[in-house]
């Protein structure tokens, strides 16, 4: 994952400014201003369907308020004596008996003023007389109607019934609506039937007059339950198909639907009995055209932003890249220069300055280093032929001892024959051996190759043991680290001593580190030091294991000489460190040691 979004990120710095700014300013600024619209969109749809609410309920309140006046309206008319009376005389002047009813229907109206204007009344007996409040405004009573009324109320057995969807029978200059929806009953007096009252609620006009009303100010529709729109406040506006299905689906709680584009915010609220419903369509391109325009300001302002500050983060990353690419320019000609190449430090200011100072100054310390190590490099080459130089004599001592060796051997000395031998052991393991570390156990061979050429000049008059774990025999430890402790034993310790010399050769392991230790019962160290101070030539063994000490471990090893009652104990301790050596493959024989048994009885060495 991190390697694919390394390949994706860019590499350059000029590049890297770029996708900064774009990622972390122009996308965020640009997500928060479209936040910012939607949540402005948001909450102007919210407080237009809060305020449409709460206009709808009014109009369903009212729409209900004058369908309860005109049942009120029934009622009370029902029960006016004045009405009954006249209804009840079958005899007498017609003209006489319409002008009553007439009477008692506008003395009815009156008193539901002001919403029985949107209310028309009409009465009829069982003959046939009726009267109509219509007729004030020059309306022609409608013959028949009275009988037809009484015929759809005998079929429902029901006292009353409303009748959605009359066709207009009021005079033009009454109202101009298409369709009424009317309340037909009986007028009884006890039990007799003595005859029929239609009151017409011209809900059209009520719906447009009540729809001026409002602040807020929209378009109005009244549906019957299949759909239709029965009246509406805009005459050329119409409601899609598709937008009933929508506001019928959640019947009867009202609804609210606003257009996928944002266009037009639909209410709707239920009318009972008749499932009529109230539909109020408003135009959000109103409020939302100016927002629309102010978003594409926005974003044409954006994008002259975007443009600018795009020309600036070149620029910026230029001015920054440029002496950059020029530093990496010198840097290359550094090599083909011979590193002579320096930047003018007063082409450039503030961090690019110090960049080019610090620049400068390494070019120096390079010029200062390449020379030390030229010096260096001279003195290395003089110090390796001078040890090639040393190396040639050693060698041919080597060669030498080797030829006295087979002398001795051939003339049955056995003794001169064993010194050579050990003797070649020491320096053939100083010439050829090149590693600073070697194994304890071998480090304990030289010692014994060592002590036996000592004991034969000191006729056996001390002994050597050792104590060990075999775990540690793969130790590494310095080479010959051991061996000029026991000399510095053997020299100054036992010099004209009369009793047997004892040295013990410790080697154990304390924690992490490994200890060697080395004691003798000699003549002690304040004696050595008073003979030592007697000779010319100093001795070099423990300065010389001290100092090889801390070439290789710097300052995890010491090296102690301790007085003790009888003799001296020199103590040495350094990290322990375990190697085993390498073991042939298909055997148990390791090739150090077979290397070094082949040698120990006597086989010839391999040529130089």
């Given amino acids: 994952m991190g390697v694919w979004l390394n390949k994706l990120l860019p590499q350059k710095i000029k590049h890297r400014f770029f996708f900064s700014f774009v990622l972390f300013v122009l996308i965020p600024l640009l997500l928060l201003q479209l936040y910012y619209y939607r949540s402005t969109e948001r909450l102007i749809v919210e407080k237009i369907q809060e305020q449409s609410g709460e206009q709808l309920s009014l109009m369903k309140s009212e729409f209900n308020e004058m369908t309860n006046m005109a049942l009120l309206q029934w009622i009370a008319l029902e029960r006016s004596r004045d009405l009954v009376n006249a209804l009840r005389e079958s005899d007498g002047d017609v003209d006489a008996r319409s002008e009553t009813i007439r009477e008692a229907i506008d003395r009815s109206r009156s008193r539901a003023m002001p919403l029985s204007r949107y209310l028309h009344y009409s009465v009829a007996d069982l003959a046939g007389v009726q009267a109509s409040s219509a007729e004030a405004e020059g309306g022609q009573p409608e013959p028949g109607w009275g009988a037809k009324a009484l015929e759809k109320l005998q079929e429902t057995g029901a006292p009353y019934k409303w009748i959605p969807g009359v066709p207009n029978y009021l005079p033009a200059g009454l109202t101009w609506s298409g369709k009424l929806l009317t309340l037909i009953a009986t007028i009884r007096d006890g039990d007799a039937l003595i005859g029929v009252i239609r009151i017409s609620f011209d809900y059209e006009t009520w719906l447009k007059e009540a729809a ?40 009867p709680k009202p609804a609210y639907w606003v257009e996928e584009s944002n266009t037009m915010l639909y209410g709707s609220t239920w009318l009972l009995p008749e499932r009529w419903q109230i539909v109020c369509a408003f135009p959000l391109r109103i409020y939302f055209g100016d927002l629309k325009l102010l978003e ?313």
Wanted: glycine residues 4%; proline residues 4%; aromatic residues 8%.
């Fill in 212 to 251: 001026k009303n409002f602040p807020v100010l929209q378009t109005y529709y009244i549906l019957d339950e299949t759909g239709q729109a029965l009246a509406q406040t805009e005459p050329t506006s119409r409601i899609r198909p598709a937008v009933v299905k929508k506001l019928t689906s959640a019947a």
């Fill in 296 to 608: 594409r300001r926005f974003l044409l302002t954006f994008l002259v932003l975007t443009g600018i500050f795009i020309l600036l983060t070149l620029f910026i990353s230029a001015s920054v890249t440029r002496p950059l690419k020029l530093l990496k320019n010198k840097m290359e000609g550094m090599v083909r220069a011979e590193m002579k190449t320096f930047l003018p430090e007063q082409a450039y200011r503030g961090e690019l300055s110090a960049l080019a100072r610090a620049f400068n100054r390494m070019v120096s310390d390079m010029h200062l280093m390449v020379d030390r190590l030229k010096r260096e490099e001279r003195q290395r080459e003089s110090v390796r032929f001078q040890m090639l130089i040393s190396q040639v004599n050693p060698h041919f001592l080597l060669n030498t001892l080797n030829t006295l060796k087979w002398h001795a051997i051939d003339k049955d000395d056995q003794t001169a024959a064993d010194i050579c031998k050990r003797l070649s052991k020491l320096l053939e393991s100083s010439l050829t051996d090149e590693a600073d570390l070697i194994h304890l156990q071998d480090e304990i061979d030289l010692v014994e190759a060592y002590v036996r050429i000592q004991k034969f000049r000191y006729d056996d008059r001390f002994a050597v043991q050792y104590e060990y774990d075999e775990q540690l025999r793969y130790a590494l430890v310095p080479k010959l680290s051991l061996q000029p402790l026991v000399d510095n034993c053997i020299t100054h310790g036992f010099p004209r001593m009369e009793k047997q010399g004892i040295i013990r050769v410790r080697v154990f392991r304390a924690g992490d580190k490994l200890v060697m230790e080395v004691q003798d019962n000699g003549q002690g160290v304040e004696e050595a030091e008073k003979k030592k101070q007697r000779r010319i030539r100093k001795g070099i063994g423990l300065t010389n294991v001290r100092e090889r000490l801390q070439l290789l471990f710097k300052r995890e090893a010491e090296l102690e000489l301790i007085a003790l009652e009888e003799g001296a104990l020199v103590r040495v301790a350094f990290p322990l460190l375990l190697a085993d050596p390498y073991q042939a493959e298909g055997g148990d024989v390791h090739v150090e040691t077979d290397h070094r048994r082949r040698r120990a009885d006597g086989a010839p060495d391999d040529p130089e």
